[in-house]
């Protein structure tokens, strides 16, 4: 008799969110949100709706919980454990987020939150064995004030679901309409946040020296040499593809992480 063929494991649980940070005079805190169901500390997060992108869920789950608008820096990467529950897992990807507006209001998952030095975050009561983790990653890789600089090609079909992806990041500034299909693609991001739209062309390089929160659109982004090393590698042997964008974080003018984000999986 054949042996019955084995149960196929349960998709995992994905959840998004971030080490929500802000500045008070020259120092930099950390905020852990307390949820009474767990008796817990921990950053922000939540699990993501149907469809929904993991960088637009990061930034809804901490204004739910927290009451806080963010805006994304760069990732952070990825923790995952098995949930006690249910025989699943759950994956959670973090990015350095920082609070630029609201204030805390208890609700009825998180009752408390708590601000402080990032040293401090992994000592709370209850907080997850990964905390430590990335409270290390927050404060040993680049500064979490990094410029953003995103590099989009031109996809007018996905040109509505980009706009809460692109809001992720914050971008101020936009170039790239003088091309129709560039025009198309950033016209419901520009009407939906109110940027500044900009009539002169603009390099990678010039967005990057210049300091502010930039989104360009182009076709064909022209990425080679964008960024040094490593990361430009990178960026040349892949291309983005049609909606496909790229965030450059940037210090100094000079790159220090990088993201790439598709408003539709890719399988990378």
Known sequence: MDDPPASAPADPVLAAGGV???????????????????????????????????VVAAVREIAEETGYRAILGRELGVRSYPMHSRDRLKIN??????????????????????????????????????????????RTGPPPATVPVLVLRAGPAFARRLVPM?????????????????????APYVEAVGARVRATSCSVADALRGGRPTLLCAPVPDLPGAAPGATATRLAAEPLLPGEFAVLHAWAGRVVAMGRYAPYPTGS
């Open 166 to 186: 692109l809001a992720a990041f914050g971008p101020v500034e936009v170039y790239g309409c003088a091309e129709p299909a560039a025009a198309a693609t950033v």
């Open 93 to 138: 990807r973090y990015w350095v987020a920082e609070a630029v507006a609201g204030e805390f209001v208890a609700n009825h998952e998180v009752d408390r939150m708590w601000w402080g030095p990032p040293e401090e975050a992994a000592t709370l009561p209850g907080a997850p064995d990964y905390t430590a983790s990335l409270t290390d990653a927050f």
């Open 20 to 54: 929500l940070w802000r500045r008070v005079g020259d120092t930099v805190q950390v905020g852990l949100v307390h949820r009474p169901r767990y008796d817990d500390w921990s950053f922000p997060k939540g699990k993501l709706e149907p469809g929904e992108p993991a």
